[in-house]
């Protein structure tokens, strides 16, 4: 299954900035992505590899739970998401401060 490039792009939601994945990024050479929820590694790895430029060489992708919340006196839950940690092959990088 091929997807055009504007379907790629819409696999990727954010990059998360967190002292967690500065830490994975730092040590060895992770970054960490929400994307969609119905997202596969196959999908986020072209999405990377096309929007920027690099090559990756895994993708581990996990399900985050959104937590209960109390909104005064009614329970509530946060969305569930999907979380991607895509590591980059030696010699590649990805700088988010120069975009």
Do not use: C
């Amino acid at each position: 299954m091929n997807l055009t490039n504007y379907q790629l792009a819409n696999v990727l939601q954010a990059p998360i900035i967190s002292e967690k994945s500065t830490n994975a990024a730092e040590q060895n050479k992770r970054i960490v992505f929400k994307v969609k929820p119905e997202a596969t590694k196959k999908q986020v790895k072209d999405a990377v590899e096309a929007m920027f430029k690099v090559e990756v060489d895994s993708v581990n992708i996990l399900n985050v739970k959104g937590k209960q919340k109390r909104f005064g006196r009614t329970l509530g839950k946060r969305s569930d998401w999907k979380k991607a940690y895509v590591k980059l092959k030696p010699g590649h990088d990805i700088d988010f401060s120069a975009a």
